[in-house]
């Protein structure tokens, strides 16, 4: 079974809960054009990078906007990963992330733009009506593989919080 990132949950609201992450390492990549496709041409770079370091696949893939028609597309390192190999491949970066409290919004469906964004949406909505403050814009997270049925796949909008 394909490990997945931890989490505590602080609190669970009307359309979210509140999440505390503890510290852990992505590595990323940019990659332009739509969300579908940025998607895709940053899976590539990810894998290869894990396969070669002999890294295991972790879940879920993060995929955040950075710019228009850009975006970062994010492994999660296993979480007892506290050093992993410098990538060879200059477009993929390691990074460190500090522990952070997130508001999160389950979904279930494909990678399809118009669900990730009505979710995401829904998400800052049901932020501002409780006057919680986002600290940054909402990115994604796919838990499950492209083969798994849409109606099964975990999927979910995410804000880090202020």
Known sequence: MTEQQRYSVV???DGYEVRVYPAHMLAQVEADGS???AGNRGFGPLIRYITASNISMTAPVIQAPSAEQQYT???VMPADATRVPAPADASVRT???PERRVA???FSGGS???RYQQ???ALEAALARDGTAAAGPVYFARYDPPWKPGFLKRNE???SLA
């Open 73 to 75: 597309v994010s492994f």
């Open 11 to 13: 609190s669970v609201h």
């Open 157 to 159: 909008a995410l804000v």
């Open 95 to 97: 990074v460190s992330v």
């Open 104 to 106: 999160a919004r389950r």
């Open 119 to 121: 979710n995401a949406d």
């Open 35 to 37: 969300f579908f496709e």
């Open 112 to 114: 399809n733009e118009t």
